[in-house]
């Protein structure tokens, strides 16, 4: 009798498990083409495009140039843990520590890879109120440091900043991988060079990104197959629409800080949340949380000093329940709002539909950039992503 006891148990934890796993893999399935679409744009751009010019466009923070950090970001594309290192980067060698900061917040919230995977999973509003609100954003966070960064804070940060402390992807960041021939974009792009350094670009950015995606992967499959709707319903205050509007774009954030996922591995546990019942502007706040998870809040600490890291979180969190709430209230009063009823977590697995053709045609140009990074000593660079801040050395974080 205990014996079958025990089986059953044992057999319903392995169901739960490959269930959670089915799920996870199904994600991962629908999104892989859009994933390689986003990276090779981006390494597109990055490669014919220094870090130098940006960081000469980044002097103050007029609107001008926070437009200009914005689209910078946007198109130089990283995983959250590069943004930041790279911010950081941009401040030392003299941007604005506002312009450093939008540019950081552009580069993993208003790409196109996060842009086409929200309208896969969630649907084409979701993408439209990710570049409606980062703006929304970089403007809520410009004005709380015009209101609130004393020039002690900010004299504090930079010589925290000098000391050089290693938080993550510190090679990564350094790493300016663009074509040093000239000529026009078009001659650049499709010189040898050009190729050598889009595909450069384009693995080093997918190394940065897979552990997150992964483990948001993960977490989305076992939350979608162990997580009853009830509790998410009674958690987001479903069935009291004003309620969960209010309460969605003040709780998103918080979930997102505690998830430990950044980037774009958050948006599967988007989808399991939005399907839970979370409000629409709950969503958008989510997403744009993803600078302000636990590891991450570790790294301002280390860059920038305590005071300024909690200067951060209280900032960046103003800025995306602010966002939130705009998005919320506008697309809400737009009549933009997509029924949740609709919304749905991939679980079918492998058919043969357009999904796997795209797969199949985006796996065969990843295989061709890999070959190519590895024959032009992609390797090496892999090796170095941990790398040094400045002048080759790590230092300790005391």
Not at 28 to 41: D, N, S
Not at 159 to 184: F, I, T, Y
Not at 235 to 248: I, K, T, Y
């Given at each position: ?8 148990v ?6 739960a ?10 994600m ?23 870090k ?12 001008r ?8 970001g ?18 030392l ?21 996060l ?18 609100g ?20 900010l ?5 925290q900043?000098?000391r ?13 991988m ?11 792009l ?24 992964v ?28 309620a969960?509007?209010?309460w969605?774009p003040v709780?998103?954030p918080l ?11 958050n ?21 744009f ?17 305590p005071?300024t ?5 209280g ?20 009549g933009?709002?997509p029924d ?6 991939p679980?079918?697995g ?38 040094a801040?400045?002048?080759?050395k ?5």
């Amino acid at each position: 009798m205990i014996h079958d006891a025990s089986h059953s148990v044992l057999h319903d934890a392995l169901h739960a498990v490959l269930h959670a796993l089915s799920i996870a893999g199904s994600m991962t399935w629908e999104i892989t083409w859009a994933l390689i679409l986003g990276f090779a744009l981006s390494a597109v751009v990055q490669a014919v495009v220094r870090k130098s010019t940006v960081v000469a466009l980044l002097g103050d923070d007029r609107p001008r140039t926070l437009a200009v950090a914005a689209g910078l970001g946007a198109a130089s594309s990283s995983c959250s843990y590069a943004a930041v290192a790279l911010a950081r980067s941009l401040f030392l060698k003299g941007a604005n520590f506002t312009a450093a900061m939008a540019f950081e917040i552009a580069s993993t919230n208003l790409v196109v890879e996060l842009g086409v995977i929200l309208a896969l999973l969630m649907g084409w509003q979701f993408t439209v109120a990710e570049f409606a609100g980062g703006p929304v954003m970089i403007v809520v966070l410009a004005v709380l440091f015009r209101l609130f960064l004393r020039e002690e804070l900010l004299r504090g940060a930079r010589e925290q900043a000098g000391r050089g402390l290693a938080g993550s992807m510190e090679g990564h960041a350094a790493m300016d991988m663009s074509v040093r021939s000239g000529g026009s974009f078009a001659r650049r792009l499709f010189s040898r060079e050009g190729f050598t350094a889009t595909s450069h670009v384009f693995v080093m950015e997918w190394a940065a990104i897979l552990r997150d995606l992964v483990i948001g992967l993960l977490i989305a499959g076992a939350i979608a197959a162990w997580v009853p709707d009830s509790f998410w319903r009674a958690f987001f205050f479903e069935g009291h629409p004003l309620a969960s509007r209010l309460w969605g774009p003040v709780i998103g954030p918080l979930v997102a800080v505690a998830s430990f996922v950044c980037s774009i591995g958050n948006v599967p546990l988007a989808v399991v949340l939005w399907k839970g019942g979370i409000s629409f502007g709950g969503v958008v706040a989510f997403i744009f949380a993803d600078l302000l998870i636990l590891p991450i809040l570790n790294i301002y600490r280390k860059y920038y000093g305590p005071r300024t890291a909690l200067f951060l979180l209280g900032t960046f969190y103003v800025a995306a329940v602010v966002a939130g709430y705009v998005v919320e209230f506008v697309f809400g009063g737009l009549g933009l709002v997509p029924d949740q009823a609709d919304a749905r977590i991939p679980m079918e697995g492998i058919t043969w539909n357009y999904t796997t053709f795209l797969n199949i045609a985006f796996l065969a140009l990843a295989a061709a950039l890999l070959v190519r990074f590895f024959r032009t000593g992609g390797l090496g660079m892999l090796r170095a992503m941990g790398g040094a801040p400045r002048d080759g050395k790590l230092h300790s974080d005391g």
